[in-house]
C-alpha cells in the first residue's frame, strides 16, 4: 500500500514536502516516480529516483522540485519549492515502470493560488 501525504492549500511561491510512505511493499530496489493529475488531464510523470539516488524531472519543474528517498524508512519524499498555480494536482507516488507498478493510492491534493 503506497500513502502519499503532505498536501495542502499554499500561495505562489511558497513550499510544501510531499512524502509517501509504503506498507506491505519493499521498493529499495525499484525506480520510484512521483506523478500527478489535474482536472481532465492524464496523469503525468514528475520526477523520478533510481534506488542509487538518480533523478530525472520534467522540464516544468527542474530547478524547482527535488526527490529523494530514504530506502532503511520506505519512503519517498518530493519537496517542492516557488509552486505555481499550474502545479496545482493531485500528486501519487508509484513505481517508475508501469510492469513494477501497484495499485495507486489516494494521492495528495495540492493547490497553489495565484
Known amino acids: 500500500q503506497l500513502v502519499e501525504s503532505g498536501g495542502g492549500l499554499v500561495q505562489a511561491g511558497g513550499s510544501l514536502r510531499l512524502s509517501c510512505a509504503a506498507s506491505g511493499i519493499i521498493f529499495s530496489m525499484k525506480v520510484m516516480g512521483w506523478f500527478r493529475q489535474s482536472p481532465g488531464k492524464q496523469r503525468e510523470l514528475v520526477a523520478a529516483i533510481s534506488s542509487v539516488g538518480t533523478t530525472t524531472y520534467v522540464d516544468s519543474v527542474k530547478g524547482r522540485f527535488t526527490i529523494s528517498r530514504d530506502n532503511a524508512k520506505n519512503t519517498v519524499y518530493l519537496q517542492m519549492n516557488t509552486l505555481k498555480p499550474e502545479d496545482t494536482a493531485v500528486y501519487y507516488c508509484?513505481?517508475?515502470?508501469?510492469?513494477?507498478?501497484?495499485?495507486w493510492g489516494q494521492g495528495t491534493q495540492v493547490t497553489v493560488s495565484s
Open positions: 508509484n513505481a517508475f515502470s508501469q510492469r513494477d507498478r501497484w495499485s
